[in-house]
Every structure is written in structure tokens, then in C-alpha cells.
Nanobody, 118 residues
Framework: QVQLVESGGGLVQPGGSLRLSCAAS????????MGWYRQPPGKQRELVATITATHNTNYANSVTGRFTISRDNAKNTVYLQMNSLKPEDTAVYYCHALIGTTGQNDYWGQGTQVTVSS
């Protein structure tokens, strides 16, 4: 089956940086849009950034200028470079992809914890 496996989360001080990775594997025919969502403690999941198969990007206002989403289509991998991190960025981060297999489905990673604290 198709899986999305995330890595790169951890604890960082305010102003620091982290790079998240998410690799898709399995019986994949194609991958359309990919993206990152996050869920802060006690809050609902929210969109962080998306990227199309042709590398067009879109960002939430709260992360514009600080975060960069990118992808490597040959590796079926999406990245999120996070700079100038703030305590309010603390959340579980989930990657997402629209993937064609025997059909077309939305797939989600297991989530990776990002904690920004001094």
C-alpha cells in the first residue's frame, strides 16, 4: 500500500531552523499536489503550504517569508524548510499527497512533532 513517511521534527529554540522530509512509497502511478498541514495543541489542523507537480507554491500567511516548501519528483519526496521559528509554530506537522494508484486518493503521513521553546 502507499505510505508517506515523515522525518526531521524535533525541539528547537526560537529563531532556529528545521527541515522536514516526507517520502511516498508503494504502487504509485503519479503524484499531483503535495502539502504540509499542522495541528497545534488543542487546536484544529490547518494548512501550512502546498506545492503542485510543476512546483507552484502557496503558503499560509503565518509562515510566508519564513517557510519554504519544495519537492523532488524523482524521489516522490516533499520538504518543508522552516526558518526563524516561533513558539506559535509548535505543532504536529503532517504531510499530504494526492496520489494515483489503482484510483485516486488522499494520503497522509503519521505526523512529526515540532516544538519551538527556549
Amino acid at each position: 500500500q502507499v505510505q508517506l513517511v515523515e522525518s526531521g521534527g524535533g525541539l528547537v529554540q526560537p529563531g532556529g531552523s528545521l527541515r522536514l522530509s516526507c517520502a511516498a512509497s508503494g504502487p504509485i502511478l503519479w503524484i499531483n499536489n503535495m502539502g504540509w498541514y499542522r495541528q497545534p495543541p488543542g487546536k484544529q489542523r490547518e494548512l501550512v503550504a502546498t506545492i503542485t507537480a510543476t512546483h507552484n507554491t502557496n503558503y499560509a500567511n503565518s509562515v510566508t517569508g519564513r517557510f519554504t516548501i519544495s519537492r523532488d519528483n524523482a524521489k516522490n519526496t516533499v520538504y518543508l524548510q522552516m526558518n526563524s521559528l516561533k513558539p506559535e509554530d509548535t505543532a504536529v506537522y503532517y504531510c499530504h499527497a494526492l496520489i494515483g494508484t489503482t484510483g485516486q486518493n488522499d494520503y497522509w503521513g503519521q505526523g512529526t512533532q515540532v516544538t519551538v521553546s527556549s
